[in-house]
Structures are given as C-alpha cells and as structure tokens.
T-cell receptor, first 113, second 110 residues
Framework: NAGVTQTPKFQVLKTGQSMTLQCAQD?????MYWYRQDPGMGLRLIYY???????DKGEVPNGYNVSRLNKREFSLRLESAAPSQTSVYFC????????????FGPGTRLTVL | RKEVEQDPGPFNVPEGATVAFNCTYS??????FFWYRQDCRKEPKLLMS???SGNEDGRFTAQLNRASQYISLLIRDSKLSDSATYLC???????????FGSGTKLNVKP
C-alpha cells in the first residue's frame, strides 16, 4: 500500500496563476483533509471531506476550492494564487469515527512569487 | 484562544536524558488525543494515542488529565533519533476535525 500520495512535491507559481494539488489514498478511508503548514503556525485545516460526495470548510478556506472526486481522491485548487498561499500543503485521510487517527501524505511545497 | 497550546521549545537535552512535554486543550468535550512526531520538512506521523488510563510504548509514556485539560508526553533515555517536533492533537465532538498544536521542538545532543 502506498498510503497517502500527493502530487506535485514542489511547485513554483506566479501571482494569479492557478493550479490543482492532487491527493489519493489507498486505505479505503472515508475522510480526507487538506492542511497548510506555515512556520510557527502549526497545521491549519483548509477543507475536509467526511465522506465521498461531501466537503466542508475548515479554518482557512478562503482562496481555495476542493473536489472529492471519488472515495480515493481529494483535490485542492488555487484559482488565483497569491504570495500569502506560499506554504507546505499536506493531505491526510482517516477512517472516520471517534477513535481513529489521521495518516498524512508527504506534502507539496508551494511557492507563489 | 487556540484549541491546543504547546510550548514551542526548543528543548535541548543530552542523550540519555528524560524529557517531558505538556499540551493544553480548550474544549472540555474533546474526545480523542494523540501525539504525532514531525521530522524536518516531512509529514507528521502518529507516535501514539493517549488514553485516560495513560499508556506506554517503550521509552514513551503519554498521560491525559481531563480535569485540568492537559496531555503529557514523557520520553526516557533520549536518543539522537528522537530529535524532531512533537505535535499534540485533539479530536473534538465533530469526529472529523482534528486540532493541532504548533509543536514542541526537541533537540537531543550527543
């Protein structure tokens, strides 16, 4: 099992460009998440999907959109990138329920110039 | 107020030392608690879950104090390989939301 995979690993964008970060999991998990991590800020939830067909906003959703394409895949789109979106983006998945834990992908390092 | 608060450190300790981290959480209705480890520029990985009765995994011991709303992690006989950032994670009533502390950095020196 690959676990949680993310593409790309690195990306440099110019302000105003758009891009989609891809995430896939092969653990048959119900819930998937997108976080961003900035120095000194910890992990902040952007969007999550409790199950296939549902998505909900997290703590910092502005400037992002998501799609839960199927049970395996959850993508994050930046429609018009801004320098404030320079960050490390992590995708995670979990089974769902009170006692489960999250498993993370390796992250995407995004720089917006 | 942040949902989860941790001392950012760094904690600089010699090999073989015992070190303890604490973390506090704000929502008394929180249901599940975890410690994750994050190495530099890598993804967080689950270190251990934290149960009300306390639990131990080798050199690592985690405790939960619901009355005072804090979680602790004790590392005994520190190794160089323990150097990392330790994240405290709390799961609330909404079982799909996890709240992360900013992390405590540990440096174990030879």
């Amino acid at each position: 099992n690959a676990g949680v995979t993310q593409t790309p690993k690195f990306q440099v964008l110019k302000t105003g460009q758009s891009m989609t970060l891809q995430c896939a999991q092969d653990m048959n998990h119900n819930s998937m998440y997108w976080y961003r991590q900035d120095p000194g800020m910890g992990l902040r939830l952007i969007y999550y999907s409790a199950s296939e067909g549902t998505t909900d906003k997290g703590e910092v959703p502005n400037g992002y959109n998501v799609s839960r394409l199927n049970k395996r895949e959850f993508s994050l789109r930046l429609e018009s990138a801004a320098p404030s979106q320079t960050s490390v983006y992590f995708c995670a998945s979990s089974v769902g329920g009170p006692a489960d834990t999250q498993y993370f992908g390796p992250g995407t390092r995004l720089t917006v110039l | 107020r942040k949902e989860v608060e941790q001392d950012p450190g760094p904690f600089n300790v010699p090999e073989g030392a015992t070190v303890a981290f604490n973390c506090t959480y704000s929502n008394s209705a929180s249901q599940s608690f975890f410690w994750y480890r994050q190495d530099c520029r890598k993804e967080p990985k689950l270190l251990m879950s934290v149960y009300s009765s306390g639990n131990e995994d080798g050199r690592f011991t985690a405790q939960l104090n619901r009355a005072s709303q804090y979680i602790s992690l004790l590392i005994r006989d520190s190794k160089l390989s323990d150097s990392a950032t330790y994240l405290c994670v709390v799961k609330g009533l909404n079982f799909n939301k996890f709240y992360f502390g900013s992390g405590t950095k540990l440096n174990v020196k030879p």
